[in-house]
């Protein structure tokens, strides 16, 4: 059994609208950092999981990406896994 | 991607998908004289879907009343206004978001929400209040509690960030919502009586505006599928996102618009966004609107006309300026950071005429699109009548109080309503935990009164009288609280309009609810109409959902639900309580009777609507001589449900004596309507009999409030059952909690 | 005295205050606009409840860029009195007028309701009209409430009794159940219930008249020993 | 002038209780992923910004950061900066 470090971003679709970006956009604007743009919020994870192998472990990631830490009908999701270093 | 021809639309049947059928697509040739390019086959789809043609029940809606002396704006506007006396009136309105709500429930909910507020400041209101009506299935399913969770969450996320309280609603729970919940939201508004604006597109030459926010990909088709069947499939890419902070800063910058007199006409951009309220302004007019939609401010480069016009995003309105004064909504939107685009002109030549990249791509009469779309008398089934059965009382009295109270459709609701800001604008004086919510005028001694109800099992059992009890249910509410009731809005939520059982059970109810209407003296001045709700071809038990409004002359004068414990703790002994309204012991379409048998079983419970009317106008007399200090009228549950809501509220005890000749089961938990338990000086009872008997209605003293903390029940002088109200507390408060406690947020699904 | 209500794009409790300012005190109130950059003509000053710039990103977070929010700092080192209600209280941690900050609530629920609060300190500008250890009812409406500080600081406001208010049954697992903080020097008060709401006999409770009468009272009598005299 | 793609995620620190992450680690554990611990829910941003040269663009991104995009009293943030490619 070995254990790995997940990070999970997830964000809204493309084509759904982003309320919270559009909001932090525009105060960054007043706020004089006038050069952004595009700015999308969405959320980050970081987990712990124990699984036998990395292609266990990414399964895992994946199932459970899909069936809670996301909501397929607006978001996507994308994760990066390592193996954890005592 | 390329879009399909003309010739290809109607060679390879493009319109289908487009929401039109064939004979309606053929239709739409013979309006224009020739074939519809993609944009207008796209404006013609939306405009004559369901949702937004209302083709099923537009011949059917025409039988409610919508007169009366009070209205001031019935259907057919934005909202409904009504007077309230003092130069003041209110506008207000319920609709539904039930398929969006099945999809992606929080936003599903929070943009029901969002779209009836702009329902209401379009008419000048200030909005003062939501209510919310649910409908789930039961909470023993993960799906369910996840629905649940999410919508209440997107209702708060909404209505608690634009700073309107949500005061009142209700939430009921039946297999039959399980794959088909219903969301209705409702929202009430302040305007001065003669201070309306109107969604009409006036003056020939006067510029049009899109304001708000910037028009995006989403929700396109979101009109045409909300009446397809199997959301599920079809909305997944149309999920709309609300924005309230967004909502809260167009709601404040419209009504200062609004203020500056500036305004001609307004209309908020709901279900088929640009395309419906450009259509539906020109129409009211009888003109026509000319937009360039190069000038459209959008979200998204590359956007097509066709995906402009069918776009639902939202925070988004459409305004008529008067001609010369276009400065002022330049400065207002744009202190408020919002988009504001000069898009168009008002025509007087009758079309709806779209450019684009300096070419003409649309150009339809706007009759074609508003007035002459289909209606259709859809195919009615006869109704056999109702089906008389015996009712067995295989519960014992005791496991169904306890039953009642713990099912979570009569069970505390605050786990719901603590979730909502019901105390924000400082107006509130009733919140959610009354029969009726009281939100008082600024500067005036009153209060608006409102409810909502609808009971789907009476309807299912008997749509006409189940129709009558909505209408009649919701008013009483408003009377209970001492309130003068004004008027009704309503949601009707039916299965699918193709089946003649459907179209039967719309028909019949709608008959009951315009009855009851008329009866009451509440007319009709808004509603909406959601067909469809079925799940696997399964239609939901017929739901019309009457949301009713009143006035209430002097804040003293309400009514609470529960009296005020420090009044009745001096000397508990001085209280009585009594029962007006002709008492009952039919379980006909009762909770019990579904508790006992597993379905709804026998007809509709009792109403008779003068009977009902006398009851409301005797509180009406009771509130202004302040007779009682408490009244709650008797709903689902029956009397037992009443009589322990009310104890439990101010945590006292008391004895309930039956009526002679009645059978002890029956009249517990009868739901015949026209009944209301009050509370009573012992000093004032005589007078209160007489007040009753004047007003020809029965009243009778039902029993005593207690210091020790039970509920007796006596039969003929004896005592023949006693129940602690700790436990029954317990049962009614931890029904809800408990059944959600057993659910991880935002889950949606079940363990292996 | 005058009173000023600083109005963020999404306050909604901005005109509540007000109302309750003029209706409990009688005196002048004006709602300013959050552009304003000078206040000095106040001698008190509300940031409101609400949701300023939707609460997205973190509530506050936004809104303290506001130019009112400096000509406050700068009223608030002057010695004047400055009352945060709600989101005006995130304002004033997110903006480093108050210690600590405040968390979404730990059982992740908006949640509204009128609580029982605990009156700690009765000798503030804003809580002298309260008698010692008095439990007043005020309705709470918030999502993220829960005060947050660390053990230095926690131990740092008990000692300088800057816990103005504790909650009874805490509702949100604020830490040590604080529902309202005051600045070093006293001037300062940030709370999450709604006092505002909370002033009339028709509503769930009259207790919050007391924290606008203290206000006005400290202010009018012209000093903080006068008014607990 | 060049621009960035950066990725901002913010989260609470070890010592501020996550109810979220805690919730989120729940549901895994009901769903049947038992082996996750250590969940943390954060904030993920995406923005793009103009800057002459990257130090420039990292100079700006971190007065973000610390400034708007994360609260330090409770929270701590890192970013990854990359030149946009077209
Ligand atoms: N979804 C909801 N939102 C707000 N308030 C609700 C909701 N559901 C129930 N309530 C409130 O709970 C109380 C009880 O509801 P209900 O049992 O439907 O009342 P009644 O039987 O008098 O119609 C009412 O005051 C109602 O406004
Ligand atoms: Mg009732």
Known sequence: MKTYDVEVRVWLKPSVFDPQGHAVEQALHTLGFEGTSEVRVGKYMHLSIGAADESAARKAVEEMCERVLSNPVMETYAYELKETVR | MREPTPEQIRDEQIYRSLGLTDSEYALVVEKLGRHPNYVEAGIFGVLWSEHCSYKSSKAHLRRFPTNGRQVLQGPGENAGVVDIGDGMAVAFKMESHNHPSAVEPYQGAATGVGGILRDIFTMGARPVAFLDSLRFGPLDDVRTRYLFEQVVAGIGGYGNCVGIPTVGGEVQFSPTYRGNPLVNAMCVGILPADGMMRGTATGVGNPVFVVGARTGRDGIHGATFASAEDPEEKERSAVQVGDPFLGKLLMEACLELIASGAVVGIQDMGAAGLTSSSAEMASRAGGGIEMVLDHVPVREDGMTPYEMMLSESQERMLVVLERGREDIAFEIFRRYGLEVADVGRVTDDGRLRLCWHGEVVADIPVTALVDEAPVYERPIAPWAGPQLEDIPTTLSIRDAWLQLLAHPSVADKRWVYRQYDTMVRAATVEGPGADAALVKVPGLDKAIAMATDGNSRYVALNPKRGGQIAVAEAVRNLATVGAKPLAITNCLNFGNPEKPDVMRQLSDAIDGMAEACLALDTPVVSGNVSLYNESRGVDIQPTPVVGAIGVLEGIQRRIPSTPPKALIEEHWSDWALWILGREDDCLDGTLYGELAVGRPVGDAPYVNLAEERRVHDLLQTLSAKSMVVAAHDVSEGGLAVTVAEMLMGVDAGGEIECADGFNLHGWLFSEAQGRVVVVVDRARAEALGAIAEAAGVPARPLGSLAEHKQIVVKLAGQSVMTLGIAELRQAYEEAIPAAMAAHIQGVAEAGD | ?229
Chains 1, 4 share one sequence.
Not at chain 3, 52 to 78: C, M, N, Q, T
Not at chain 3, 193 to 198: N, V
Request: glycine share 8%; net charge negative; charged share 20%.
């Open chain 3, 1 to 229: 005295m005058k009173w000023a209500v600083v109005v963020f794009p999404g306050s909604n409790c901005d005109h509540d205050a007000a109302q309750a300012v003029r209706d409990v005190t009688g005196d002048m109130v004006d709602l300013v606009w959050h552009d304003v950059t000078d206040l000095a003509a106040y001698d008190a000053i509300i940031l409101p409840g609400g949701f300023s710039y939707g609460d997205y990103l973190r509530s506050g977070a936004i809104a303290r860029f506001s130019p009112a929010v400096d000509a406050v700092a700068k009223e608030a080192a002057a010695g004047k009195l400055v009352l945060g209600i709600c989101n005006g209280f995130q304002v004033l941690t997110e903006s480093h007028l108050l210690p600590g900050a405040l968390l979404r609530n730990d059982h992740l629920q908006f949640r509204c309701e009128t609580v029982e609060l605990i009156v700690e300190n009765h000798t503030s500008p804003f809580t002298c009209a309260y008698r010692p250890g008095e439990r007043i009812r005020i309705p709470i409406a918030h999502g993220e409430g829960r005060y947050y500080a660390d053990e230095t600081l926690r131990q740092r406001l008990a000692a300088d009794g800057r816990i103005a208010f504790r909650y009874a049954d805490n509702p949100n697992g604020s830490v040590d159940a604080i529902a309202g903080v005051l600045n070093d020097r006293g001037n300062v008060l940030g709370l999450m219930p709604h006092p505002e709401r909370a002033v009339a006999a028709w509503m769930t409770s009259q207790d919050g008249r007391l924290l606008f009468e203290s206000m006005h009272r400290f202010v009018e009598e012209g000093s903080y020993a006068r008014a607990n005299a």
